[in-house]
């Protein structure tokens, strides 16, 4: 399906074999010239928009991409998360999967065929952008374009952000990216405090004999954890079994770390090798050698870099001075799983840049924010 739009742009929304890889073959052309870019895992990307996602048991979708004669100039899409709308009724739905020529005209059109769409899905606000929702990329990059992203983080040019506003967006939230590095000296104020509970926590690593069970309990300490943060939208079973059943495979025991109070568990971490490092060559392909060149890389070599995108402390906890306790533990413990490998870079991300206490953990143990994600609103 085709319209036409102003200044010679034609939209194709995104239905047919063809118009799916041309959607996912245009951030090579608009990156061809950014030596931070890194190309995703072509496979991955085919995943998220395919119909067996998981995402969709619950969400509505439509993409678009657009075209100047003949060829493909920009991609947007629009979603409509039912689970948002039963956790905060706001009547908002997302946009998302953005990539556009620097043009005025490229971004007025998308932003036209997203927003209308979503007006007729009966949204009256906006937000984005979301790859695909708030449990997946989210934000956009608008500081710190001149390093790599990381595993599951996005990146943007420069214009990308005024683009965005000039059609009306304004900011809804912050995002940051902390830098830490594994070796870090632990506060001494933090050891006494572990030391102090040490009789009641402990902190132990995934159990892979029982991955499905050790998921579960991950997703219902993030849910109960994060259950009254911003945009919190719940892991379903089958998002976050699938998320994890393919994480790790990629990813050593110890990089997954849970702690029990009184032997119950209440918070976890989940770090991640860095495959963006790992697969930087490979130019989004793992056929023919691609695989054997990944699976080495992380699995021998393993990355210098890693990621750590998950994290959750139950909230019966937060407000008590066990609460920081906790995080503490988990992190120091997945710090020394990193660091037995190498590893000399840790991405913390994201974090509310209103969140005072992540954010105070994470600087006092010498982490420094590097990277700003927005995420934009606009009233429909």
């Known amino acids: 399906m085709t319209n036409q739009s102003g200044a010679g742009i034609e939209l194709e929304v995104v239905e047919t074999g063809r118009s799916r890889r041309e959607f996912l073959a245009l951030p090579a052309a608009i990156y061809a010239s950014d030596p931070a870019w890194i190309a995703p895992l072509a496979f991955m990307k085919r995943e998220q928009i395919s119909p067996k996602n998981h995402f969709f048991d619950h969400a509505r979708f439509r993409a678009w991409i657009a075209r100047r004669d003949g060829r493909v100039v920009g991609r947007i899409s ?33 932003f036209d065929a997203a927003e209308g769409w979503l007006r007729e899905q009966g949204m009256r606000v906006v937000r984005g952008p979301f790859n695909l929702n708030i449990n997946e990329e989210v934000g956009l990059l608008v500081d710190g374009f001149d390093t790599p ?11 990308y952000g005024p683009a965005v506003e000039a059609r009306g967006y304004r900011t809804a939230v912050n995002l940051l990216a902390y830098h830490i590095r ?54 379903s079973q089958a998002e976050f079994q699938e998320t994890v059943s393919t994480l790790t495979l990629l990813m050593p025991d110890d990089y997954i770390q849970i702690a029990e109070y009184d032997g119950e568990p209440v918070a976890f971490i989940v770090a991640l090798p860095n495959i963006n490092e790992a697969a930087r060559d490979l130019n989004g392909r793992l056929l023919p050698f691609g695989w054997l060149k990944l699976l080495w890389r992380l699995k021998v070599r393993h990355p210098t870099t890693a990621r750590v995108p998950l994290m959750g402390v139950r909230q019966a906890f937060q407000h008590s001075r066990l609460g920081p306790t906790l995080a503490f533990m988990v992190i120091d413990a997945v710090r020394k799983a990193l660091h037995a490998r190498g590893v000399r870079d840790v991405e913390m991300s994201w974090i509310l840049e209103d969140n005072d206490g992540m954010r105070n953990i994470i600087e006092t143990i010498g982490g420094a924010a590097y990277k700003t994600y927005r995420v934009y609103e606009k009233a429909l």
């Open 182 to 235: 594994p070796d870090f000296q632990a506060p001494r104020v933090m050891e006494r405090l572990a030391q102090r509970v040490s009789g009641r926590v402990s902190v132990r690593s995934l159990r892979r004999n029982a991955v499905k069970e050790e998921a579960e309990v991950m997703r219902e300490i993030f849910n109960d954890a994060w259950e009254h943060n911003w945009g919190f939208v719940p892991w």
């Open 78 to 110: 629009a979603q409509v998360d039912e689970l948002h709308l039963a956790q905060h009724g706001d009547d908002a739905g997302y946009f998302g999967m953005l990539e556009a020529q620097d043009d005025p005209a490229v971004f007025a059109a998308l």
């Open 149 to 159: 992203p990381v595993v599951m983080m996005g990146h943007a040019p420069p214009y």
